[in-house]
């Protein structure tokens, strides 16, 4: 989480920045593969959190920083279960790592 919320993972988006890719596309959807796309705004993320048992809003625009979909959960949430919500994410950045160099994924109701 520490990772996510500093936009310090290794996304493709960031790693573009480095220079270390020259592509910053989503290995699910070909969108740029920032930290907020791939844990939050990506299909398959969308899905993961709708099949989860947090119940949370949609965000008005896409979001680049992962951190920033955090603040505003924070914001616009009475009770939000952090430990099950790190969790998810978690297990989508794990999914993501599978697909990219193992080219296997899961389903979003097998990450839930
Ligand atoms: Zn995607």
């Given at each position: 989480?520490?990772?996510?919320?500093?936009?310090?993972?290794?996304?493709?988006?960031?790693?573009?920045?480095?220079?270390?890719?020259?592509?910053?596309?989503?290995?699910?959807?070909?969108?740029?593969?920032?930290?907020?796309?791939?844990?939050?705004?990506?299909?398959?993320?969308?899905?993961?959190?709708?099949?989860?048992?947090?119940?949370?809003?949609?965000?008005?625009?896409?979001q680049?920083?992962?951190?920033?979909?955090?603040?505003?959960?924070?914001e616009?949430?009475?009770?939000?279960?952090?430990?099950?919500?790190?969790?998810?994410?978690?297990?989508?950045?794990?999914?993501?790592?599978?697909?990219?160099?193992?080219?296997?994924?899961?389903?979003?109701?097998?990450?839930?």
């Amino acid at each position: 989480m520490w990772k996510a919320c500093r936009d310090k993972l290794p996304t493709n988006h960031r790693l573009k920045i480095r220079k270390v890719l020259t592509k910053d596309s989503c290995p699910f959807c070909g969108r740029c593969e920032s930290s907020g796309h791939i844990l939050w705004d990506c299909k398959l993320a969308s899905e993961v959190w709708f099949e989860s048992n947090l119940s949370f809003p949609n965000l008005p625009i896409p979001q680049r920083e992962f951190i920033d979909i955090v603040w505003f959960l924070r914001e616009t949430q009475k009770v939000v279960d952090w430990d099950l919500f790190a969790i998810t994410a978690w297990s989508l950045w794990n999914n993501r790592n599978a697909m990219k160099h193992e080219g296997r994924c899961k389903s979003a109701k097998q990450i839930v």
